[in-house]
T-cell receptor, first 111, second 114 residues
Framework: TQLLEQSPQFLSIQEGENLTVYCNSS?????LQWYRQEPGEGPVLLVT?????EVKKLKRLTFQFGDARKDSSLHITAAQPGDTGLYLC???????????FGKGTLLTVNP | KAGVTQTPRYLIKTRGQQVTLSCSPI?????VSWYQQTPGQGLQFLFE???????NKGNFPGRFSGRQFSNSRSEMNVSTLELGDSALYLC?????????????FGPGTRLTVL
């Protein structure tokens, strides 16, 4: 069974601060996705990383896939209240190509 | 283009009852996946349908079942409800069979079992 561990589980910061969220596994994934979920809504895909060592930027968000394709990180620069939400990582892999989700990091950015 | 829609949005049932949830994918999308989200376990994969055929299944008991219709709409059914089935049930659709295709989620159905 492939598992994804996300840390921290909860994060409360002030507007303007930087933060990093981690997603770790002992398994290798073909690709890894990051989603953001807001209350009352389903998750929305932010990015997919495929190649080991890959770095993708989406405005103030920087995503990195580990060299061994077992871990990933999400870094947010100068966080804003609009960044508040549940951040989920999800790995695609295994013989049956199921998408395995981490339990998420609940981020609160206070104005 | 309309997004993924799920009905109903909220549902309250009692133990032992059964429930049917509905999902309408984005127009042109043929793959529909279902997930259960709980605070303790997070998002867990239930099953995936493509062109009316179940293509993949998660580790859930047989009380959880689903189907897909020729118009790609999907339903999932849970029989003999248990308290632990209380969760947000999410449906997601994508255009084709490719697992790297972007998956779009609906807003979910919040099921409460009393």
């Amino acid at each position: 069974t492939q598992l994804l561990e996300q840390s921290p589980q909860f994060l409360s910061i002030q507007e303007g601060e930087n933060l990093t969220v981690y997603c770790n596994s002992s398994s290798v994934f073909s690709s890894l996705q990051w989603y953001r979920q807001e209350p009352g809504e389903g998750p929305v895909l932010l990015v997919t990383v495929v190649t080991g060592g890959e770095v993708k930027k989406l405005k103030r968000l920087t995503f990195q896939f580990g060299d061994a394709r077992k871990d990933s990180s999400l870094h947010i620069t100068a966080a804003q209240p609009g960044d508040t939400g549940l951040y989920l990582c999800a790995g695609l892999g295994g013989s049956n190509y199921k998408l395995t989700f981490g339990k998420g990091t609940l981020l609160t950015v206070n104005p | 283009k309309a997004g993924v829609t799920q009905t109903p949005r909220y549902l309250i049932k009692t133990r032992g009852q059964q429930v049917t949830l509905s999902c309408s994918p984005i127009s042109g999308h043929r793959s529909v996946s279902w997930y259960q989200q709980t605070p303790g376990q997070g998002l867990q994969f239930l099953f995936e349908y493509f062109s009316e055929t179940q293509r993949n299944k998660g580790n859930f008991p047989g009380r959880f079942s689903g189907r897909q219709f020729s118009n790609s709409r999907s339903e999932m059914n849970v029989s003999t409800l248990e308290l632990g089935d209380s969760a947000l049930y999410l449906c997601a659709s994508r255009r084709g069979q490719g697992y790297t295709d972007t998956q779009y989620f609906g807003p979910g159905t919040r099921l409460t079992v009393l």
